[in-house]
């Protein structure tokens, strides 16, 4: 069990940087000298792609704890 929860961690706090720009959002910021817009487009998409797992594992979590209490 403590090696379930050290990988979870692990892989929770893991990142590797990705790039997740369709190509016509790639093609028009790349165009820009300094990249800081075309960063901002990746950090944003990648953000908005984490909120469904967030949430979906927030729910599973939930559903889990609701029929898995212990009765005193």
Do not use: H, W
Request: positive net charge; aromatic residues 16%.
């Amino acid at each position: 069990m403590k090696t379930k929860i050290i990988f979870f961690l692990f892989t929770l706090f893991f990142f590797l940087e990705t790039n997740a720009q369709c190509a016509m959002c790639r093609a028009v910021l790349e165009s820009e000298e300094t990249g800081a817009a075309a960063k901002g487009i990746n950090d944003g998409i990648v953000y908005l792609m984490a909120i469904p797992y967030v949430l979906v594992a927030g729910i599973a979590f939930a559903i889990y704890k609701k029929y898995n209490k212990k009765e005193v």
